[in-house]
């Protein structure tokens, strides 16, 4: 829509997570050098948390990009408390059979796989996506799982991933072993007030345009507004230059940002003040 007025290749904004756009802000860049160093380690349990909307997945995403072809990787993403059995979430991630299989069986061909994949030099990563979700039983169920190794070797590598709330559930008493395990963790917080100038010009460049288009003052209301948190900003900045384009304007300053947020707060399904 406004693509072309703007001299974009395509929207800088959009809310879907893409590595392309990855902004290695002081933070991502410290939580992604602790995935990288996990991987590389074989650590058992690596766990990343964060505000929703700080990029967890756009980091995990970059990650997978850039593993290599000795890594296999499962994703879970569809968890919540009612998993009864999440060692057939597991094994729907590798892609193997777990329907009308027991328990038992279902872990000693789990571990049969882990260790043909070990013997041909290949590494197993399990991602959990949103693992606040996950009950007490199915974490537990993932600690059982990383009891297996070869001598010094963990033969599955676990990250978690998950909002401010799974600190809080890996800290509970019935989880002190898992937590034992946990060999990396980092918390994402929201983009300082500071980064989000830079968050906006990386996301214009990778689209196509190397000129300032927000003003420095726009720049700063949007920091204020979407207290840093990239999400926020996506939504804010798309629909500033909707705004921008609609009225033939060829720079975003603050007065557009105050009207965005104004007509969203009344008019708007969710207030951005």
């Known amino acids: 829509m406004y693509e072309a007025f703007y001299g974009l290749r395509e929207k800088p904004f959009s809310i879907q997570p893409d590595p392309e756009f990855l902004f290695m802000g002081k933070r991502h860049s410290m939580a992604y050098a602790m995935l990288e160093y996990s991987v590389v380690n074989r650590a058992g349990f690596t766990v990343i948390s964060g505000d929703i909307g700080c990029g967890k997945t756009t980091l995990i995403r970059n990650l997978l990009n850039h593993l290599d072809g000795r890594a296999l990787v499962g994703l879970i993403n569809n968890t919540h408390q009612d998993v009864n059995n999440l060692l057939e979430w597991v094994m729907l991630a590798f892609d193997l059979p777990y329907e009308g299989v027991s328990t038992v069986a279902l872990y000693d061909a789990f571990q049969r796989f882990l260790v043909r994949q070990y013997g041909s030099g290949k590494r197993v990563l399990l991602i959990v996506d949103e693992a606040q979700n996950l ?48 060999s990396s963790h980092f918390f994402i917080p929201p983009l300082e007030a500071g980064e989000v100038a830079g968050y906006i010009q990386h996301r214009l460049k990778i ?38 384009f609609s009225e033939g304007l060829a720079r975003i300053d603050v007065g557009l940002i105050e009207d965005v947020v104004k007509d969203q707060s009344e008019f708007g399904v969710f207030s951005m003040d």
């Open 135 to 182: 009950s007490v039983s199915a974490l537990e169920s993932l600690r059982m799982l990383s009891n297996i190794n070869a001598d010094k070797d963990q033969l599955l590598q676990i990250i978690l991933v998950g909002q401010p709330q799974l600190k809080e559930v890996l800290r509970r008493p019935e989880l002190r072993q898992l937590a034992q395990r946990v």
């Open 207 to 244: 689209s196509g345009r190397m000129e300032p288009l927000f003003t420095s003052a726009a720049n700063l209301r949007v920091a204020h507004f979407s207290r840093g948190v990239p999400r926020s900003i996506n939504m804010l900045c798309d629909t500033a230059l909707v705004y921008g």
